[in-house]
């Protein structure tokens, strides 16, 4: 009976070890229509889906007073157009504080302030005024003893990078690093508060469909791109776009502040020009990016850095200005029906499938696998196999094979001691012989080569990246038969 308590004890010590080490998923409730259901009907259509967090671009009344009691926890937005009576005068910013954050905290939890939103690239050139404006609020909310449980950032666009290709040029703008980037970084910094960023693969993919694969921009199975200057391979390109930004902090020596994603997203329609906007193009992006995430893991760059992502947007918004794309956005139609199906928790991740997601990477093109004998050979049935991911850690790769080898049910026999695949003997080798065991075994299905990011998908065989002894198929098949 001990034993029994002592081993539901360590199972429930390694789920909550899983779970914390996955990131999490948050939506921008946008309100630029004028078809929306109340904000009561949104706390509970976010509710019904298992979202536990939501960015809204305001502080409105109606909305925070709606989210009050949910558990949901809440990021409010000073916009752009407040930043210079928050920078110039204090009193704005206690005033703002007070009428929109301590006067629903905690019944409302509300968790950070955005102060700005993509300050860089506002035409009314209020980049001066946003460190001193977030400064201003941070001691606003220092007076009322909220500074722990509330952090203060800026949601930052892309372009506030020089470079982002390769992901390890990463650099940001010149003229923008000593004039707002550092101090920024050096105030998140002092607050413990994470730099907030606004990711968007679809416009990288719409002006370079030419020279960036679909399936890549998608987080679908493909072979990948090696980044030239640090040798790191990337398999989508939302990693390629968050290391750029790891790559540039580390650029100004600030290695230790976190990100978080505030928006990505991709649209289910757009007009003729707008290449990749569909119904099918943005489940698979949100659907695999919901499951990438939750899943756990890191970037290649950063492999312990578990994301918090905010999709864009909750809803279509039919007022919004500029290309179709832009009110069409949304995951759920105005009337609270899902644009497309793709889920939100773990849970419903259990039942998902991208429809796409399982084409092999190489099209039409056929591997074919090595004659080595059993072991390795039964198990590349396929045009891509399950390698595993050194830079994951020995951690994550030796929990993988735990996991592969024991409930997952990989034939994990040929890399024992002594079994004709046992050399090379390192968790690398046996991690992907394992990993692709199981990875074949599930007929290569979506999200069965991940391993909370200990493993990925290649279109050659585990061979041309580990010499596995060979021994003749009889020798192989007699030690299966004697097991």
């Known amino acids: 009976m001990d034993y029994l308590r002592a081993f539901i004890f360590l199972v429930l010590i390694l789920s909550a070890i899983s779970l914390s080490e996955a990131g999490s998923i948050g939506v921008n409730y946008g309100r630029i229509s004028d078809e929306l259901p109340s904000a009561f009907k949104v706390v509970q259509l976010l509710k019904s889906q298992g979202i536990d967090r939501v960015k809204i671009f305001d502080a409105d009344p109606a909305v925070l007073k709606a989210l009050s009691g949910s558990g949901i926890r809440v990021t409010v937005d000073l916009p752009n157009e407040m930043l210079f009576s928050a920078a110039k005068r204090p009193s704005f910013a206690a005033t703002w504080v007070k009428r929109n954050v301590a006067a629903y905290h905690p019944s409302t939890q509300i968790e950070s302030v955005a102060v700005g939103n993509e300050v860089f690239v506002d035409p009314h050139n209020t980049t001066k005024y946003l460190i001193p404006a977030m400064r201003n609020i941070h001691k606003a909310l220092v007076s009322y003893n909220l500074h722990s449980s509330i952090k203060i950032s800026s949601p930052l666009a892309l372009s506030a990078l020089q470079n982002s290709y390769p992901s390890s040029s990463g650099s940001f703008r010149p003229e923008l690093v000593d004039l707002v980037i550092k101090p920024m970084l050096d105030f998140l910094r002092e607050t413990g508060s994470r730099l907030m960023i606004n990711v968007y693969p679809f416009f990288a993919y719409e002006g370079n469909s030419d020279v960036i694969p679909l399936d890549y921009a998608l987080l679908k199975e493909n072979p990948g791109m090696v980044d030239s200057g640090n040798g790191l391979r990337y398999f989508n390109l939302f990693d390629a776009q968050i290391d750029a930004v790891f790559a540039a902090m580390s650029a100004l020596k600030y290695d230790d502040i976190e990100i978080i994603v505030t928006e990505t997203g991709w649209p289910s329609k757009g007009d003729e020009n707008e290449i990749g906007a569909s119904v099918a193009n943005a489940a698979s ?127 994990c026999r040929p890399i024992q001691r002594g079994a004709p ?63």
């Open 421 to 483: 695949c046992y050399s090379p003997d390192t968790l690398e080798a046996h991690a992907s012989f394992a990993f692709n065991s199981y990875y074949q075994k599930k007929g290569r299905a979506g999200g069965s080569c991940y391993f909370g990011g200990a493993a990925y998908v290649v279109t050659q065989p585990p061979s041309a990246y580990f010499s596995f002894s060979t021994e003749d198929a009889s020798s192989r098949q007699d030690t299966k038969g004697r097991r």
């Open 285 to 411: 992006y949100n659907g695999n990016l919901i499951r990438r995430i939750l899943t756990g893991g890191g970037t290649p760059l950063r492999p312990k850095a578990d994301l918090t992502i905010y999709l864009f947007a909750l809803f279509n918004e039919n007022k919004k200005f500029g290309p179709t794309s832009e009110r069409n956005y949304g995951l759920f139609f105005p009337d609270e029906k899902k644009v497309y199906d793709i889920p939100f928790t773990q849970e419903g991740l259990k039942h998902y499938r991208d429809g796409g997601h399982n084409t092999p990477a190489t099209g039409n093109q056929q591997v074919t696998p090595p004659n080595n004998g059993g072991g390795v050979s039964k198990s590349l049935t396929g045009s891509t196999w399950c390698v595993a991911n050194g830079d994951a850690g020995k951690d994550r790769l030796q929990g993988g094979l735990d996991y592969a080898c024991g409930d997952g049910g990989a034939d």
